[in-house]
């Protein structure tokens, strides 16, 4: 039954934008925060989002804006305070354009990463950004998170994928900047702002998004190195050799093997024991080149280097989906296996190998774990995953969590790094944000925030707590 | 001699920051306005530039940053007003880091473009922005126009190629974020606010720049095209067979081959007649394939499908100079000829061919008068310059100028393309702005200036009229 304050702004609403508070719009995947709402709102349209954000700024009502939830951060559930309307934007659909001779795709906010990636694929081309969640992720909370993924080594986050938007702002104006130009310099990049602010400074609510050629040819090996730092000049090699045609280099860990073996008996791993450090890369190269051959000559590079002792280079588009398909699978063994802790972390690429020597050595000294370190080692991006020792429980280390994670940001932090890397910041790290970030730059953040949004009505507790 | 009110501030600078209001510091290039100033500051570091503009903030004086002074659109020049302080990075020349190893190169604002791809250069790396005024530009006002060029396609403008500011904000307070990080989401994109906003919110003083690795394989062409969309038609299949090498497509038309004839009668042409349109392609190719073996793949390509009638494949690195040599003297040649107006606009890809079409016939309808279109195709991006019909001078369409530019303006617009594609708004366009800008981006801006700068210190008169 709706209470007073939200029966009035309910009859201020657009007819039928009104659904269920379903307990659907109140997750988040981890469980760590259950939402409160007072209403939930599915605009079907731009002109119909405006209109709930402006009955809700006169009402001084929070909103939280919601796309596919699958967000790590707890930016898209409010757990406390004056219940809030959540934003659905499910039923902002449509594709409104697809043009392959500009490269470009024009989607609402509520369309799935997967099926804007799927549109593209219709098209003859690629929309690259590609990410566990895809089939459940939404085009608007992707830009709204800047989602990185696997292919940011080449194509880079969510950011760099996008043109144009189209925006709500927090007193209900609608900004309409759907350019799809590859250059425009006529003013502030407003469109960057609003990527990355995860719903605080408005909503987004459709985006001209970069698609790129698919490649002739496409390329996967899995090959053992000796040491991450030993992977690093592995990547600096790929990199010379391939001329920008390096498009994911991932980390795996012989912890993760093991925890796969574990919790996946029946998926095929390509080596009979655990190696200590394996990668991932798969490469795109132009016509007239043998992606297989350029990986076969790289592997023998690196092996007379000292830098690869074994691998595997992929013979059909099944292999490579084998060898994509151990790398998918660690999170789902992770979630299996039950994490003490997990960090979203990024480094200077020169700073990586000794981040993970030291924070190992520290940690050894905290008592009996399991680190599953493993992620998007081109980018500097790893996850740094916190397991209980063999025969221990996860609530062995409950008085321990928040010191390990804390003392693990400050090492990131101290060599240069960042606590979130493609996560966000959400409700989950705006503390480690108060903590960490340049007291200038919040500041700034502070006062460009109570500029767009006076009334501090857009999903208020994420970012800045 | 000084007067009072800058007597004042001078007592309050930095010893030893002050140099002569001399004539250099208020020109600009194109010689449409003279500046002012009451006192010329050139800090030594990121604190002695923040003094100076705390003291500004403090006297209310306004401050116009100022970098290489190459600007095209008069955003380093305060031509009225109460005479502003003058600030020079000039000294602010520390290459403060190169890292091959992880792609990256701090640069303070005063670096020009030409030393940082110097250094890059030494260290096995490219900075691969290139433009014609790289020797003066320097990385600040390069960060703070978010300059283009010719390298764009593959690698983005200036914004892309960075990945972390240190800056003074209107307050002068320092923003420390000179990350080093391919993946970091830990709240607003100041950044990219800060750049492109042409020194309106503060100054950058120093940048970490993204290095990228040099292609093994470097090829250069050219291609006579029957027209504008053959030559976009040519532009696909090169990306197509690529998977991304294409480095530069560059458009040259007929009347700028003549125009080189005319003004640089020496520079040899590499066709005998003067074609209507040409592309300049530079391709970056993996180990493996040869680059001149792929673009006459492409000129096979082209000619089968009809698009590509003639062209030449660079053999050496000196046929490679030669052919970007004539796309480099065309704005010198265009400089001896005398224009009567300029025009840096972009294009969806998809409207260039009709919009090149639809200006020419309306212009052929305002009068006699010769156009040369030419400039960065692969991104929509043209130089469309209007010059005097033969035996008629400059003077002669004063009376026109301001309506021709302010309809071919209009012609971009309706068309969804950018009145500034990479000179930005300045002095000289921000009329156009405020007539063509989306209105709610436009208050949203203005709420941002006023929130950092609320004093309106920084650059008044720039960007917002």
Redesign the interface.
């Given at each position: 039954m709706l209470n007073a304050a939200d029966e009035t702004l309910a009859r201020r609403l657009p007819e039928g934008v009104l659904r269920e508070v379903a307990e659907g719009y109140l997750e988040e995947p981890r469980g760590r925060w259950r939402g409160i709402a007072g209403l939930v709102a599915a605009p079907r349209d731009v002109e119909e989002c405006a209109a709930v954000i402006r009955a809700c700024a006169e009402a001084r009502v929070a909103v939280v804006p919601r796309g596919g939830g699958t967000g790590l951060v707890g930016g898209q559930v409010m757990p406390g305070g004056p219940a809030p309307l959540v934003l659905s934007l499910e039923r902002m659909l449509a594709i409104r354009d697809v043009?392959p001779?500009?490269?470009?795709m024009i989607a609402e906010a509520g369309v799935t990463l997967q099926a804007a990636r799927d549109a593209a694929a219709a098209a003859g081309r690629q929309f690259p950004l590609s990410l566990a969640s895809q089939g459940t992720a939404q085009i608007g909370g992707v830009l709204s998170?800047?989602a990185?993924g696997v292919n940011?080594?080449?194509y880079?986050?969510a950011?760099?994928l996008c043109l144009g938007i189209e925006a709500v702002?927090p007193q209900g104006?609608?900004?309409?900047?759907l350019?799809?130009?590859?250059?425009?310099?006529?003013?502030?990049?407003?469109r960057?702002?609003l990527?990355?602010?995860e719903g605080t400074?408005g909503v987004i609510t459709a985006a001209s998004l970069v698609l790129?050629?698919i490649?002739?040819?496409r390329g996967v090996a899995m090959l053992v190195v000796d040491s991450p730092d030993a992977a690093?000049h592995l990547l600096?090699r790929a990199?010379?050799?391939?001329?920008?045609?390096v498009t994911a280099f991932e980390l795996i860990s012989g912890q993760g093997l093991r925890f796969l073996r574990q919790a996946m008996p029946d998926l095929r791993q390509p080596f009979a024991d655990c190696p200590d450090w394996l990668v991932l890369i798969e490469i795109?190269?132009?016509?007239?080149?043998s992606a297989a051959?350029?990986l076969e000559?790289l592997f023998v590079a690196g092996s007379e280097a000292g830098l690869v002792s074994d691998g595997v280079v992929a013979q059909s588009a099944r292999e490579v989906d084998d060898l994509w398909s151990l790398r998918e699978h660690i999170p789902l063994a992770n979630r299996q296996i039950g994490a003490i802790a997990s960090h979203d972390i990024?480094?200077?690429?020169?700073e990586v190998a000794g981040f993970i020597r030291d924070a190992g050595a520290w940690l050894a000294a905290q008592g009996d774990m399991r680190i599953n370190c493993f992620g998007?080692l081109?980018?500097?991006?790893l996850h740094f995953n916190l397991f209980p020792a063999e025969g221990r429980s996860r609530a062995d280390y409950d008085d321990q969590r928040a010191g390990l994670s804390h003392h693990i940001h400050r090492m990131v932090v101290a060599r240069?790094?960042?606590?979130?890397?493609?996560?966000?910041?959400g409700r989950l790290?705006a503390r480690?944000?108060a903590e960490?970030?340049?007291p200038?730059?919040?500041?700034?953040?502070r006062?460009?925030k109570?500029?767009?949004d006076p009334a501090g009505i857009m999903n208020p507790g994420a970012?800045?707590a």
């Open positions: 043009l001779e500009e490269d470009v998170t800047n990185g940011v080594l080449r880079g986050n950011r760099a702002l104006q609608v900004m309409r900047d350019k799809r130009l590859r250059k425009d310099n006529t003013g502030y990049d407003l960057d702002l990527i990355g602010a400074l790129a050629p490649p002739a040819e690093l600096a990199k010379a050799r391939m001329a920008g045609g795109g190269l132009p016509e007239g080149l051959a350029a000559g990024s480094l200077p690429l020169s998007h081109g980018d500097g991006n240069g790094g960042s606590f979130s890397a493609e996560h966000g910041v790290k480690d944000l960490w970030g340049d200038v730059r919040l500041a700034a953040m006062a460009i109570q500029a767009l970012v800045l």
